[in-house]
Structure formats: C-alpha cells, structure tokens
C-alpha cells in the first residue's frame, strides 16, 4: 500500500521521473507524467505528478512555509493550466479525511483555512468537508458526486492526509496530481475514487503523508497498526495552512 508516486516500488528515474534541488531549506522537487496506458507498470492512476520534498519544514519559521505554498502555487497553477481550467470556472474543494483524528484531518483544516465570499452572487469558490463513511453513512464519492452534478462545478480539488512507507517523509512531502483521490485508500478502504472518470470533471488532488504502517518499520508488527508523528497535531495545522494558502492563491 502506497500513496507517493517516488514509493511505488519502481526506479522512476528510468521512466522520466526528475528531481530538482531548489535553493532554499533543504527542499527538493519530483515529476513524472503517467500516460493511460502506463497504469500497470506503476500501480498508480493516469495523470501528472508532483511532489515537493521540504525534510526541515518543521525547522524553520514561516518563511518556510510562504516559499513552500509559492512554489506549489506556480505547479497547481501550471496544472491547471494545462487542464484548460479558467479563473472563472466553479470550484469544488473537498477536505477528505475524519476531523477527530489528528493524522486524518489534514482535509479539515485546509478546510478551514479556504477563503470564500459566499454572499457574493460571483463567487464561484465552493468548499465540502464529508467526514467518512461510518461517520455519516454515506461513501463520499456520492455526495461529491451529487453536488458536482446539482452545482454545475467545473472541476475539483481533493485535500487529504496520506501514508508513506518512511518515517522520515511524515508530514514533510507534499504531492499534487491529476489523477484524482480515493477516500480511505490510506487505510485500506477501497472506494471508488474521486476522479475525472467518475465526477465528469477534472479532479486535482493534494495530500500530506501522516501516516506510516507499523509494519514498514518492523515486519513483526500488525499489519494493520498505523503510526504518526507524536508532534501530529501541530504539524497537520501547519500542512494544511500551507495547502490552503497554496489555493488561496491560486483561486483569488
């Protein structure tokens, strides 16, 4: 089980996977392009892939975390562009994940921190927060579904934290892509994915690794014991105060 592209098991480098170093704080950014017909070798969906590698986040203030959310401003923004998505075009931001979990809230508080002028008759900025399935009853891939359709949105973007299979890329690596998101991946739970397939429209996703399974740490523990960072609740407010500023940004 793997949610980052650069931990799928293959030496991406020989498939056009690049990696950049920039000039401040350590950080270090991957992309690679997966065409339709390349979802087998990679065990990952179709789309574009980008991830942003910031080892020392926690180490450094907020000038840190403005640079982080510039640069993947420019990437949501190219993305985008390269989707033919137009600054006027509905938006649909939906924060995935269960709030009463520290590692799962990242969605949240992304969530939280998206500016919208709701009263006014141009906005075009929509945000949904569907908690999870055994919260509500209902798979989040329907009421996403239902709102894109009842809404006219134009396309999505799907905040979510995910696992990693190393301790050290917990809450420093931030993935954006093309491909869409699959609520409850993370924990095994297989639904139907939010995608451009399934919605009618483009789906971008952005997610956090905040969780590592026991397991690739020690292969003696359960399977199905999840761990994170003990520092977990002022790190994900952190991520998600960069994601959001990120489509802020991107949106105003």
Do not use: W
Not at 25 to 42: A, F, M, T, W
Not at 103 to 111: H, Q, T
Not at 206 to 217: C, E, H, K, S, T
Request: hydrophobic share 40%; with cysteine.
């Amino acid at each position: 089980m793997f949610d980052l592209i650069d931990e799928c098991g293959k030496d991406l480098r020989a498939y056009g996977y690049t990696v950049k170093k920039l000039d401040k704080y350590g950080i270090n950014v991957g992309s690679l392009s997966i065409e339709d017909d390349e979802e087998e070798r990679y065990h990952m969906r179709p789309g574009e892939y980008f991830i942003l590698n910031a080892p020392h986040l926690y180490d450094f203030g907020l000038d840190c975390q403005v640079y982080i959310a510039d640069v993947l401003s420019e990437k949501l923004k190219a993305f985008m562009k390269g989707l033919k998505i137009r600054h006027k075009d509905k938006v649909l931001i939906i924060g995935l994940g269960n709030p009463d979990i520290s590692a799962d809230r990242l969605g949240k508080e992304v969530f939280d921190n998206i500016t919208i002028d709701a009263l006014s008759k141009n906005n075009n900025i929509f945000k949904f927060c569907p908690n999870i399935y055994f919260s509500t009853g209902i798979e989040t891939v329907d009421m996403v579904e239902m709102l894109v359709k009842c809404m006219y949105i134009d396309y999505c973007i799907i905040i979510d934290s995910l696992t990693t299979n190393t301790i050290s890329r917990l809450g420093t690596s931030f993935q954006i892509t093309t491909s869409g998101m699959t609520a409850g991946s993370g924990v095994t739970r297989f639904n139907r994915r939010i995608d451009e397939v399934s919605m009618g429209v483009p789906c971008l996703s952005i997610g956090v690794p905040f969780m590592i399974f026991a397991n690739d740490l020690k292969s003696s523990s359960p399977p199905d014991l999840i761990l994170t960072p003990k520092d977990i609740r002022e790190n994900v407010a952190i991520a998600g105060q960069i994601i959001a500023s990120t489509i802020n940004e991107v949106l105003k």
